[in-house]
Each structure stands twice: as C-alpha cells, then as structure tokens.
C-alpha cells in the first residue's frame, strides 16, 4: 500500500490521538461503523476478512499506513477487521477532523487519492491470492 509521506504525516499529527500498544490490539471489526480513521506511525497492523465464515489475512500494513480511510470517505462499514501487534504506535483522527484536514491543505487529496488507489490494489492483489 501507498505509505503516508512526510508532509502528509506532519499535518496528521495535529489533530490526532495516539496510543500505543503494548499487546496485539483490534482497532476495529469487520461491519462496524467507520467512526475513525488510524494511522500507524509505526508497528504493523493485521486487515482480516471474513470469507465463508472464516477469518482470512487479507494483508499486513506496515508504518505510515492510514487505516479504515476507504470505509470513513466511503462513510460504509468497515470491510475487514483490523489488528495492531505489539509496539505499535497509532495515531486516532476523527473523520470531521480529517475532512477539515485536507479541506485546510488542498494539496494532500491527490495524496489521499494515491493512498485509496493503493489501498484498492492490494485488496485486489490479496483477494487473488486467496482465490488461486
């Protein structure tokens, strides 16, 4: 996936919340309302989705990752169920603030374009790989 550049994380930081976490932590689950968005200053993050069932790894997400971007844009659900391991640091941004966020600085929704184009690919890319 797209990772989140250095000016794109700056402004990130301003509004945000962070945790960090210190065992594996769900951030959200597959069907729940997207109320947040993550992004995964650094660790990895696990996005799971159910098929048959059955929880299947869709993909891992690496640092500088936004998390549930798709779902908060798309204002769906969220499709997967996403998990941090240990010593993840993540940074919580409310929609609104978000919006507010690229709305204030025009030149990071090309960023949030690449980033939803990226995002789109992988699950592509990860939903072929469970089929073959």
Same mark, same amino acid.
């Given at each position: 996936?797209?990772?989140?550049?250095?000016?794109m994380?700056e +402004?990130l930081?301003? !509004?945000?919340k +962070?945790?960090?976490?210190?065992?594996?932590?769900?951030?959200?689950?597959e069907?729940?309302?997207?109320?947040?968005?993550?992004f995964? /200053?650094?660790?990895e993050?696990t996005?799971k989705?159910?098929v048959?069932n059955?929880a299947?790894?869709?993909? /891992?997400?690496?640092?500088?990752?936004l998390?549930?971007?798709?779902?908060?844009?798309?204002?769906? !659900?969220?499709?997967?169920t996403?998990?941090?391991?240990?010593?993840?640091v993540v940074?919580v941004?409310?929609p609104s603030?978000f919006?507010?966020?690229?709305?204030s +600085?025009?030149?990071l929704y090309f960023r949030?374009?690449?980033i939803?184009?990226?995002e789109?690919?992988?699950?592509?890319?990860?939903?072929?790989?469970?089929?073959s």
């Open positions: 996936m797209a990772a989140v550049d250095g000016k994380a +402004h930081g301003q !509004p945000s +962070h945790f960090a976490s210190k065992a594996d932590r769900i951030l959200f689950r069907g729940d309302a997207p109320d947040q968005i993550y995964l /200053r650094k660790g993050a996005l989705l159910t048959d059955q299947i790894a869709c993909f /891992r997400v690496r640092a500088c990752s998390i549930g971007l798709s779902a908060v844009i798309g204002n769906r !659900p969220y499709s997967t996403a998990s941090v391991g240990p010593d993840a940074e941004v409310e603030e919006f507010d966020l690229i709305d +600085h025009p030149e949030v374009l690449r939803l184009a990226a789109n690919e992988a699950a592509l890319q990860a939903l072929a790989n469970v089929l």
